[in-house]
């Protein structure tokens, strides 16, 4: 445990900051202007304005930015290691192979929930600059942003595992950009979008206004394709960074 | 009796189907600066990686202080520093954050930083980036993180790789004084026999993956059994007399030449040219300087 915490602020020591800041604020400032245009469209009739603009908003962010973004930090924090030959000082010192993998999964996930942050307070800052913001049900914009964290997690343990995997900087981003691209065309589908991991993020953060618990989610894709995913590429991740030859 | 410190038994390792290290026995006693010798591609990294238990050995033991690696690799980890190849860290932080992230994982008190930055006389850059750093001085602020835990023992994997002269001689004093100062035991590694032969009490010589000696710098010159130099007018046809003889001789220039002979084998030989009329006006023994012995050691029979 100690190795964990140690680590964790060691990894948080090494990110580069500025770096990581713009980056996580290209996507959500984008998604905003798209969402500051959509106010100028026909909204329609039966839809709260407030609903409207989450969706517009929402939409380019989740399919594309979020899940993109998500596979250049996990590239960025495994990046010294490879280039200055960094793993083999992680691997020989006294802590645990495990404690490496634990906290570099920590902190892409804190990344990826900061961009969720960041996302909703940008919202927050159209909505308010736009003068609707007292009409937001906060309830089902946390929720989304809460789901689509939670329905990002196979692919940051998916994108990690390919980090360490590949020395290069350039390949794990390309496989996950390729990976996001069929969004477009499975986030429309009924049959293969609850399966494909990269569509997970966008199906989770449609705003649903009925009271559905902490989660926008499908219990069955909750459980086999987000919870099931994790744990497969999480362990796989983790027996493979454990066990492999460090040089 | 003096404890040791690394020993490994029956040590290999195979990549695919070649064997890249086989059967090495590396014995380092306390307190000796053990120089890890061989050509390139020969093995030395790859042990040293078992050693630090950053690759698996496909057979054969480990032990470092007497404890099984495998079983106590973070116990052992702790006691030991190390550099291996080129040095790592981080480009975009400072020397001294460099050395501030890995003093929080080591548990070793913040004054520490500032001694080992003054022990490789970093202290003036400490607060520059270090990919601004010249290549010795990355070496340096590698020694210095491998020196931050106090280490027992110091492995170091060609340190003077890439420094130019004066850096490197810098680097030979460095490592000789440890020992005495600071009581560690260091294992380093170098294709260049001159360089072991100033700081090592002790050599293990690998070739090809195998260990063809180890032992002190001086048994190493034991090793070379000196030749005898026959000079003789008429060399050729002396030399097919001796030859005719059953001993086994060569002609060079400077006269015939034969393996190590025991007194009466030279006294014999002496008399016999004699007798059949040729001039001997030398005889005389030669001993191999190290480097002969080394190249004699390593390219003997250099295929497999
Ligand atoms: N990951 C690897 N896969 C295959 N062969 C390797 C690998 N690493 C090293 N080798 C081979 O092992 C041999 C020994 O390499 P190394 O231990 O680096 O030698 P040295 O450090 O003595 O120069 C070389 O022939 C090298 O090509
Ligand atoms: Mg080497």
Known sequence: ?247 | MTKTVVQTTQLTRRYGKTTVVQNVNLNIKQGEIYGFLGPNGAGKTTTIRMLLGLIRPSEGEIQLFGKDLHKERKSILKRVGSLVESPSYYGHLTGKENLEVARRILGVPSKRVDEVLEMVRLTQAAHKKVKQYSLGMKQRLGIATALLGKPELLILDEPTNGLDPSGIQEMREFIKELPREHGMSVLVSSHLLSEIEQMATQVGIIRNGKMIFQGSITSLQEQSRPRMRFGVGDANVAAQLLASEGLSVSVEEDGIWTESLSQQETAHIVEHLVTHRFSVYRVEEVKQSLEEIFLGLTEEGETP
């Open chain 1, 1 to 247: 445990m100690r190795d964990f915490f140690v680590l964790l602020c060691a990894e948080w020591k090494k990110l580069q900051k500025g770096l990581i800041l713009s980056l996580l604020l290209i996507g959500p400032i984008l998604s905003t202007l798209v969402g500051l245009t959509s106010l100028s469209m026909d909204i329609p009739a039966d839809m709260p304005k407030w609903i409207f603009v989450y969706q517009m908003t929402m939409n380019n962010y989740a399919w594309l930015f979020y899940p993109i973004m998500t596979g250049v930090f996990a590239a960025l924090i495994c990046r010294n290691e490879h280039t200055q030959g960094a793993w083999k000082l992680l691997f020989t010192w006294p802590i645990s192979r495990s404690s490496v993998w634990l906290s570099k999964a920590t902190i892409l996930m804190i990344l990826t929930a900061l961009s969720q942050l960041l996302f909703l307070g940008m919202y927050y800052l159209l909505a308010i600059t736009q003068g609707f913001a007292e009409n937001i049900e906060a309830t089902v914009v946390w929720r989304s942003a809460f789901s689509g964290w939670i329905a990002v997690l196979p692919v940051v343990a998916l994108q990690l595992w390919v980090s360490h995997l590949w020395k290069s900087f350039g390949v794990p981003l390309v496989i996950n950009i390729l990976l996001s691209i069929p969004n477009i065309f499975t986030a429309q589908s009924e049959q293969f979008s609850p399966w494909y991991p990269w569509s997970q993020p966008y199906s989770a953060m449609i705003p649903e206004p009925t009271e559905s618990g902490i989660l926008s989610i499908e219990p069955m894709t909750l459980w086999v394709v987000i919870f099931g995913g994790f744990l497969l590429a999480f362990g796989g991740g983790w027996l493979h960074t454990t066990r492999r030859d460090w040089t």
